[in-house]
């Protein structure tokens, strides 16, 4: 019974919509920390989740984020619609990114999104289909954390 | 200490009539209407006063020393903040401010702007010295510090370990002045007068030490019409303050008043100044998502233009800035601090914590993660029935905040208006 117990949740996030940049990972964010999460879990999460985030606003027309919390692990899945990635193995490199100027200008497209997000997930699967969009899936495993 | 738990604002039960301008002013959603009157939570209060600012009966009340706390002390000794020198006309200098503090009673008044600088030059020499992590916070904002302990306790690693300049202050006078007077210290009573209804919580219980070195804080508001007596009682005083400027201000320190004003000395830095309670709470959340890396250092002080916007002062805060302005520009960057001393306090140890500052985090839905989760779902699904027009009458300040307080045990959804009408 326990093992079952889950929250679902989904977001929509709409490409070139800056204006809300930040919102959802902010609301997993705080809603980690009510789950009692360790801050550890919850920067990891925050960090991914903003990254995911900020993928879809920049570069995609619109995005799904769909975010799991069971007792054991958070999963959060992006799949978005939009220009996907050529080449994943590039995209994956630290300091690569096909940011424009203006939103270098903004301080985004250091081409440390990706990896970034690798680094702070258990688990990353990334799927990518040219012209058509791109599929996140990241898990933190929360489990032997420990309560705080 | 009792005083431990409980915020450092009150609420006066003869004076709140239970209406709701508190409930939606409060950033962290600490107040519940009970049974007619506003009740703070003690837990999620970070004492930043919006409160006090909102409250049309001036009902929420600051618990900060009073003037008879004072009499327990043979020698009282008082260090204003900067933020004073902008509460009185164009014509008083921060010197007749001084003066007249010791007319009202104060035996001793140190001027602070020189241990603002002192503050300055040590948190520059541990960016110097420290490369990571990114962005550092200063420390001198109460609000910020119990904010990051509580909402973001990851971030409490960013908060550099330099006492505020109110406390390396403090443990200068309560260091040398025993030996210097030939009394012994618990004779000694060092009070802060401030604008900051949390300067008080910081003292009896401190972040970032054991004990704090001040004994008290005092209300701008409350010593405003004593010091305005005293200034115009005293002519002579004045005359002698124009011809014999006796004290020393720093140009760097003399703006730490104002939001940007710790900023201002870091040179060689790259920094970020943020005012305002929502603002910080904004880029707080930005940091805790990675970002502002590129920063060295983020200033924040949650009252609106920093220090000088403090709910417990008197002048506006407009007027007050423009005062303040014009001393810093008549300062120049004139500093007063020597670095040789600086870097002897720097390698003692003494301008920085003791200890770490503490996570705290906030009180999660429940103990057990499991059941923590099936809450989060009902909450959920109790908010979705509520009407969303927040408007406070169930006590709490918003729909999301009832069902929370459903989940949480503290509510009942029957507390909403609208639910009962609508007979669901």
Same mark, same amino acid.
């Given at each position: 019974? /326990?093992?079952?117990?889950?929250?679902?949740?989904?977001?929509?996030?709409?490409?070139?919509?800056?204006?809300?940049?930040?919102?959802?990972?902010?609301?997993?964010?705080?809603?980690?920390?009510?789950?009692?999460?360790?801050?550890?879990?919850?920067?990891?999460?925050?960090?991914?989740?903003?990254?995911?985030?900020?993928?879809?606003?920049?570069?995609?027309?619109?995005? /799904?984020?769909?975010?799991?919390?069971?007792?054991?692990?958070?999963?959060?899945?992006?799949?978005?619609?939009?220009?996907?990635?050529?080449?994943?193995?590039?995209?994956?490199?630290?300091?690569?990114?096909?940011?424009?100027?203006?939103?270098?200008?903004?301080?985004?497209?250091?081409?440390?999104?990706?990896?970034?997000?690798?680094?702070?997930?258990?688990?990353?699967?990334?799927?990518?289909?040219?012209?058509?969009?791109?599929?996140?899936?990241?898990?933190?495993?929360?489990?032997?954390?420990?309560?705080? | 200490?009792?005083?431990?738990?409980?915020?450092?604002?009150?609420?006066?039960?003869?004076?709140?009539?239970?209406?709701?301008?508190?409930?939606?002013?409060?950033?962290?959603? *600490?107040?519940?209407?009970?049974?007619?009157?506003?009740?703070?939570?003690?837990?999620?209060?970070?004492?930043?006063?919006?409160?006090?600012?909102?409250?049309?009966?001036?009902?929420?009340?600051?618990?900060?020393?009073?003037?008879?706390?004072?009499?327990?002390?043979?020698?009282?000794?008082?260090?204003?903040?900067?933020?004073? +020198?902008?509460?009185?006309?164009?014509?008083?200098?921060?010197?007749?401010?001084?003066?007249?503090?010791?007319?009202?009673?104060?035996? +001793?008044?140190?001027?602070?702007?020189?241990?603002?600088?002192?503050?300055?030059?040590?948190?520059?020499?541990?960016?110097?010295?420290?490369?990571?992590?990114?962005?550092?916070?200063?420390?001198?904002?109460?609000?910020?510090?119990?904010?990051?302990?509580?909402?973001?306790?990851?971030?409490?690693?960013?908060?550099?370990?330099?006492?505020?300049?109110?406390?390396?202050?403090?443990?200068?006078?309560?260091?040398?002045?025993?030996?210097?007077?030939?009394?012994?210290?618990?004779?000694?009573?060092?009070?802060?007068?401030?604008?900051?209804?949390?300067?008080?919580?910081?003292?009896?219980?401190?972040?970032?030490?054991?004990?704090?070195?001040?004994?008290? *804080?005092?209300?701008?508001?409350?010593?405003?019409?004593?010091?305005?007596?005293?200034?115009?009682?005293?002519?002579?005083?004045?005359?002698?303050?124009?011809?014999?400027?006796?004290?020393?201000?720093?140009?760097?320190?003399?703006?730490?008043?104002?939001?940007?004003?710790?900023?201002?000395?870091?040179?060689?830095?790259?920094?970020?100044?943020?005012?305002?309670?929502?603002?910080?709470?904004?880029?707080?959340?930005?940091?805790?998502?990675?970002?502002?890396?590129?920063?060295?250092?983020?200033?924040?002080?949650?009252?609106?233009?920093?220090?000088?916007?403090?709910?417990?002062?008197?002048?506006?805060?407009?007027?007050?800035?423009?005062?303040?302005?014009?001393?810093?520009?008549?300062?120049?960057?004139?500093?007063?601090?020597?670095?040789?001393?600086?870097?002897?306090?720097?390698?003692?140890?003494?301008?920085?914590?003791?200890?770490?500052?503490?996570?705290?985090?906030?009180?999660?839905?429940?103990?057990?993660?499991?059941?923590?989760?099936?809450?989060?779902?009902?909450?959920?699904?109790?908010?979705?029935?509520?009407?969303?027009?927040?408007?406070? *009458?169930?006590? *709490?300040?918003?729909?999301?905040?009832?069902?929370?307080?459903?989940?949480?045990?503290?509510?009942?959804?029957?507390?909403?208006?609208?639910?009962?009408?609508?007979?669901?």
């Amino acid at each position: 019974m /326990r093992g079952d117990t889950s929250f679902q949740k989904d977001f929509l996030i709409m490409g070139g919509d800056f204006t809300r940049a930040g919102k959802v990972s902010c609301e997993i964010k705080n809603l980690l920390k009510e789950l009692g999460h360790s801050f550890h879990v919850v920067r990891r999460v925050a960090i991914a989740a903003y990254e995911a985030e900020m993928n879809v606003i920049m570069y995609a027309r619109k995005g /799904r984020f769909d975010l799991l919390i069971t007792p054991n692990k958070i999963q959060m899945t992006v799949e978005d619609e939009g220009p996907g990635i050529d080449d994943i193995d590039l995209a994956m490199r630290e300091g690569y990114s096909t940011a424009t100027k203006e939103m270098r200008e903004l301080g985004f497209g250091a081409g440390m999104g990706l990896p970034n997000i690798k680094k702070n997930s258990d688990r990353f699967i990334i799927t990518s289909e040219p012209d058509r969009g791109t599929r996140l899936e990241m898990t933190i495993l929360t489990n032997g954390e420990g309560l705080q | 200490m009792t005083e431990n738990i409980r915020p450092s604002l009150d609420v006066s039960t003869e004076k709140c009539i239970g209406c709701i301008h508190c409930l939606a002013s409060c950033p962290t959603r *600490a107040i519940r209407i009970k049974k007619g009157k506003a009740r703070i939570i003690g837990e999620l209060c970070i004492n930043c006063g919006e409160c006090i600012r909102f409250c049309p009966h001036n009902a929420i009340e600051a618990r900060t020393t009073s003037f008879s706390d004072l009499d327990s002390f043979k020698y009282k000794v008082a260090i204003p903040s900067t933020v004073l +020198y902008g509460q009185f006309d164009n014509a008083t200098l921060p010197s007749e401010i001084l003066v007249a503090l010791r007319r009202i009673g104060f035996d +001793y008044v140190y001027e602070i702007s020189t241990i603002c600088e002192l503050n300055n030059a040590a948190i520059e020499k541990y960016l110097y010295e420290h490369h990571k992590p990114r962005p550092l916070i200063a420390s001198t904002c109460p609000v910020v510090v119990r904010l990051i302990q509580r909402r973001y306790p990851s971030l409490c690693e960013l908060i550099a370990p330099i006492e505020p300049p109110r406390e390396i202050a403090a443990k200068i006078l309560r260091t040398t002045l025993p030996r210097l007077l030939k009394i012994t210290p618990a004779e000694i009573g060092i009070i802060h007068i401030t604008p900051c209804p949390a300067k008080m919580v910081s003292i009896n219980r401190p972040a970032t030490m054991a004990r704090s070195y001040l004994n008290g *804080a005092l209300s701008i508001r409350d010593i405003y019409g004593p010091i305005l007596q005293a200034l115009q009682q005293s002519q002579e005083d004045t005359i002698m303050c124009h011809l014999f400027p006796e004290t020393l201000f720093s140009g760097i320190g003399l703006g730490t008043a104002l939001s940007g004003g710790e900023t201002r000395g870091l040179k060689n830095h790259r920094t970020v100044a943020v005012s305002g309670v929502r603002d910080t709470i904004r880029v707080l959340d930005q940091v805790e998502s990675g970002l502002l890396k590129d920063v060295d250092m983020l200033e924040c002080t949650v009252c609106p233009d920093g220090c000088v916007g403090g709910p417990l002062a008197v002048e506006n805060r407009f007027l007050a800035k423009s005062r303040i302005l014009r001393l810093v520009s008549s300062m120049g960057e004139r500093t007063v601090i020597n670095q040789s001393d600086m870097n002897l306090l720097y390698h003692e140890d003494f301008l920085s914590f003791h200890h770490p500052v503490i996570p705290v985090g906030t009180p999660p839905l429940d103990a057990d993660r499991a059941r923590a989760i099936e809450k989060a779902r009902e909450r959920d699904k109790l908010s979705s029935q509520l009407p969303h027009k927040d408007c406070g *009458a169930c006590g *709490a300040p918003d729909c999301w905040t009832l069902a929370e307080d459903v989940v949480r045990g503290l509510a009942e959804l029957s507390d909403c208006p609208f639910m009962n009408k609508e007979g669901i």
